[in-house]
């Protein structure tokens, strides 16, 4: 595949982005407008500065931040010094964030300054603040540098343009011999997600495996030189990092970075930046569609769709072609563990193929649907996905005992996930194994949130399922059994809730009950808990 072959590693892309598209637009941000070129010169000039910094090849570089140019830069040039990237997750609180920092020994924190009204650094600091590193947060020892993206920093912090200062006295040609280093079996990044374990595990995917795959999802989706690519998917997800960011950098197009969804800002982006390239999850379509003021915007430059995370109605991919005149509408299914591609739909796939199945497996891939004695089940009968092949993770950072619950000996990746296949191949995703559900767009885990209210003063159990909203897809529901004496409301909990988890795994409803229902080994009967919504 040219996706190996042609760049070899990340920081050989983005130089031959360069280099190719040259004068061609790259970013978009407000009034800043960078080129290729200049994007490369950027990068060039923050992995000069990681260099001079201290990181070496295979130190862990995380970056905290929401979509902007600077994410961009930062995370590129951590990557063309030989670092492997950690991004973080925006609406994380400081404690998730600290704990998948110490996890993964990240030697550099590049965090944005206030976003969202929150300050990422006093939440980072509190949550590390007790102890015996000697670096910038006590409690995170191996963090040695944390460098904020602003002009204002701590005393103890660096600002970014003191940052890239340091890095003046490295020559070009120490950057491109740190980045030559760098080959397609190297680690490019950990993407950290959460499992039945509740606590985080980073998903190590290569350089190789993310060009290999990146380049088929550009040839499936038809991206191409020129086009104006919205991302509004954020970029500590695959989606917005790799089907954006690095997809963008193969075809030339422009990447717009939004940092937070808005569907007016959505609508105003898109006519004014001319954006002919959408992908994000089926909320954000359903948003754009229902606006009472679409009509007043030029929407007549979009042509391409990709979407997912979500059963997709019929309606909407009908809706998005008619209504809209978009051209390409496509559905994929993926997850960190498979860098973040399993199965994608074809431009030349019907309505119903697209808006029913999320496609077939992508190429020199497999794709299996096994019962729960591992035997591969006929088309139309559903089990566990199975997934084989060049996208499959190397395994679980630091982590083989969970590595070896997900992989098989023969390479098969366990996703968790229940789905039925059809004739042609093509995936419809049933249920989920692990009880994950998705948020707008945002895969939450009972057994992590279940841990953060568990540690509630007046909680004695908890456990908490997705329920269906017209709005997100689904919210969660947590079904609570209060310490005797406890006096504890819904109100009560849903507040401290929103102070101790990201918003997105905050539970929308709250039921109290005497006693959590429980089979005879004590594990609890989520089916049971669904049934009750019926």
């Not at 080959?183 to 290999?212: E, F, W």
């Not at 954006?275 to 569609?289: D, E």
Request: proline share 6%; aromatic share 6%.
């Amino acid at each position: 595949m040219r996706g190996d072959l042609e760049w070899g590693s990340i920081p050989g892309l983005v130089r031959a982005a360069a280099e190719r598209y040259g004068d061609r637009e790259a970013v978009v941000e407000g009034r800043t407008r960078v080129s290729y070129a200049e994007l490369g010169r950027r990068v060039e000039r923050a992995a000069a500065a990681c260099i001079a910094n201290g990181v070496d090849a295979g130190d862990r570089v995380a970056v905290w931040a929401p979509n902007t140019l600077d994410w961009i830069v930062s995370a590129l040039g951590a990557v063309s010094a030989g670092a492997v990237l950690v991004p973080l997750n925006t609406r994380f609180k400081g404690t998730e964030a600290s704990y998948v920092l110490r996890r993964s020994r990240a030697k550099l924190l590049f965090v944005t300054g206030t976003f969202l009204g929150t300050s990422y650094v006093a939440s980072l600091r509190r949550a590390a603040a007790d102890g015996e590193g000697g670096g910038p947060l006590p409690g995170l020892p191996h963090l040695e540098q944390v460098v904020v993206l602003s002009d204002d920093a701590p005393e103890d912090f660096r600002t970014w343009k003191d940052f890239l200062a340091g890095g003046d006295g490295v020559s070009g040609s120490d950057v491109r011999a740190r980045a030559d280093g760098v080959d397609g079996a190297s680690p490019s990044d950990i993407i950290y997600t959460s499992g039945t374990t509740g606590r985080p595990k980073g998903a190590v995917i290569t350089h190789a495996q993310t060009l290999r795959c990146y380049g088929i999802w550009s040839d499936l989706a038809g991206l191409r030189e020129g086009d104006r690519y919205l991302i509004v998917n954020p970029f500590f997800h695959t989606f917005g990092y790799k089907a954006g960011i690095i997809a963008c950098l193969m075809r030339g197009a422009t990447m717009i970075p939004q940092p937070v969804f808005n569907v007016d800002t959505v609508l105003a982006n898109v006519a004014a930046e001319r954006i002919s390239v959408l992908p994000g999850p089926p909320t954000l379509h359903q948003s754009l569609l229902d606006h009472p003021a679409r009509d007043q915007h030029d929407l007549s430059a979009l042509r391409l769709v990709v979407t997912g995370a979500a059963v997709v109605p019929l309606q909407l991919v009908e809706r998005l072609r008619a209504e809209l005149h978009i051209a390409t509408v496509l559905t994929a299914y993926g997850l960190s563990e498979a860098s973040g591609i399993v199965t994608m739909c074809h431009q030349s796939d019907a309505a119903r193929t697209i808006a029913s199945t999320s496609g077939r497996a992508i190429p020199d891939t497999e794709v299996r649907v096994v019962s729960p004695g591992g035997e591969a089940l006929s088309p139309g009968h559903p089990g566990e996905i199975l997934v084989r092949g060049h996208n499959v993770m190397r395994g679980y950072f630091e982590d083989p005992a969970e590595t070896k619950k997900a992989l098989t000996p023969d390479g098969w990746l366990r996703t968790g996930d229940v789905g039925v296949l059809d004739e042609a191949g093509n995936l419809r995703i049933t249920d989920r194994i692990k009880d994950m559900f998705i948020v707008g767009g945002f895969n939450a885990y009972p057994a992590e949130i279940e841990q953060l209210i568990g540690v509630h003063p007046q909680v004695a159990d908890v456990a908490v399922i997705g329920v269906p909203d017209p709005r997100l897809g689904e919210v969660g529901k947590a079904y609570v059994v209060r310490r005797p004496g406890a006096v504890l409301t819904s109100h009560d909990l849903i507040a401290w809730s929103r102070r101790e988890m990201a918003n997105y795994k905050v539970p929308r409803e709250i039921e109290f009950v005497t006693e959590l229902p429980r089979n005879a080994s004590g594990k609890v009967l989520k089916g049971e808990l669904r049934n009750r919504r019926r």
